[in-house]
């Protein structure tokens, strides 16, 4: 366990959080290398090594840096990407192209014309508009592209609306008509610039169930045989998206093969009986490889009492860190880092210093009796769309990143500067 409570003290991956507070400031992230790296090994050895011709593409939405690039190329993953700033990340890490997939519903010309020109290994197709756009890269660098197509396999996984992907009604993924979807394939498969490679699905995010993923993927599966019937081509790969749930408060998270097992059964039994070989099995987990990795820490300001109504706690971050609080209602634990072997007792609303009544980050969060302003809060969990969502709302800085591994820490991503801020501000000569 990376979190560890000593002296009414919290240690997160061997180092005090009171003292990281003190040294590198405040809010800032702590993400535990040890963490990540747990992770990528479980996946390595209960998938990748387990079952063979098999990968990890890390989605990098969930948490995108040169330094976790770095991580991830060690342990042989690849990396899923939506948008050129991703891409030039991966550039600036040095990450393999080949190991690249790039994902996205509205790929930009100049994205694709970027990733074509870097030569990543995979474009994963989601509508046919992309078509023409990667031919006419794949022309002007002389270079052919291996193309996955999303399919939306019309299953409602059960998660919150905003990141349920997999349902018939979504802008992800290409329609299961079939004059939809074979004409999308016709496409690929006839094009002297792209190479049929497979087809992909993703059905949403924060999942803890496998009869989702596994009703989706025999979805996919009836489609690989309408490719094979239809057009005579082989799938090479099946990408099973991302997903999969972690803990934030009272779920309890569960292990990548509970998911993966019953996939790779249905994936090698119906590869079978369409009489292909087994396509190379591809994930794209981003939450639940860093969502527990990461901390955010706070320290407490000002303590409002509204009487007979609440307690408002506020600290010097909010929803320019964590907007999903905000945006989808997340919920999160967490602990004051300095009393954390004192009994919380009392209730309160933790909230940010952002100009907006919904900047909230616990509700109904219980503290010790004597917590106070100057008080270190740690929220639990965040390493997973909390950076990667921050925003520089009211001109609030975005807070950097630090990594830490068994009592070691140095920054992984700087706090941003004022500077920073305003750097792109001009002022036209009409004003
Ligand atoms: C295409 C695709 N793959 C993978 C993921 C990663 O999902 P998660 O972070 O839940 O593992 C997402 C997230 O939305 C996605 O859209």
């Known amino acids: 366990m990376v979190k560890e409570i000593k002296n009414n003290k919290l240690y997160f991956d061997g180092c005090d959080v009171v003292e990281l507070a003190e040294k590198y400031g405040s809010p800032i992230y702590v993400m535990s290398k040890t963490d990540i790296e747990s992770r990528l090994s479980e996946l390595n050895r209960d998938f990748v090594d387990k079952y063979g011709n098999a990968r990890v593409a890390y989605a990098s939405k969930a948490f995108c840096s040169v330094g976790m690039y770095k991580i991830l190329d060690k342990f042989g993953a690849s990396i899923d990407v939506v948008s050129g700033g991703e891409i030039y990340t991966a550039k600036k890490a040095g990450f393999p192209a080949e190991r690249i997939e790039f994902n996205g519903n509205n790929k930009l010309e100049s994205e694709i014309d970027e990733a074509v020109e870097y030569g990543v290994g ?49 802008k992800f993924g290409i329609p299961l008509d079939d004059d939809v979807f074979l004409k999308v394939v016709g496409d690929v ?16 995010s924060q999942l803890f169930e496998n009869d989702a993923f596994v009703e989706a993927l025999n979805v996919v599966m009836d489609r690989v045989a309408q490719v094979k019937d239809e057009f005579g081509a082989i799938t090479k790969e099946v990408n099973f998206g991302g997903g999969y749930g972690v803990t934030y408060t009272d779920e309890v998270r569960k292990p990548y093969s509970f998911f993966l097992d019953p996939m790779m059964e249905v994936l090698e039994k119906r590869s079978k009986e369409i009489g292909i070989e087994r396509p190379c099995a591809v994930v794209e987990p981003g939450r639940s490889i860093v969502a ?3 901390i955010s820490v706070y320290k407490i300001g000002q303590i409002k009492e509204v009487r007979g109504i609440r307690t408002y706690m506020s600290v010097d971050g909010g929803m320019g860190d964590n907007i999903r609080v905000a945006l989808y209602q997340a919920e999160y634990d967490g602990i004051i880092a300095n009393r954390a072997e004192e009994e919380p007792k009392k209730k309160v609303t933790v909230c940010g210093k952002y100009c907006e009544s919904g900047d909230i980050l616990l509700n109904d969060f219980m503290v010790p009796e004597e917590t106070t302003s100057g008080d270190i809060l740690v929220m639990f969990s965040t390493g997973a769309y909390g950076y990667a ?43």
């Open 189 to 204: 498969v006839n094009s002297e610039w792209l190479e049929y490679t497979g087809l992909h699905m993703h059905i949403g």
């Open 122 to 170: 995979r474009i994963i197709l989601d509508g046919t508009h992309e078509v023409p756009l990667i031919e006419k890269a794949c022309k002007k660098y002389n270079k052919k592209m291996n193309i996955m197509i999303r399919i939306t396999p019309g299953v409602a996984a059960s998660t919150h609306d905003y990141i349920v992907t997999g349902k018939k009604d979504s």
């Open 292 to 294: 527990e990795a990461g």
């Open 389 to 431: 969502m921050a925003s520089n709302y009211n001109n609030n800085p975005i807070p950097g990143v630090v990594l830490v591994e068994n009592g070691k820490s140095d920054w992984l991503i700087k706090p941003q500067t004022y500077e920073q801020i305003i750097e792109n501000n001009q002022i036209p000569d009409f004003i």
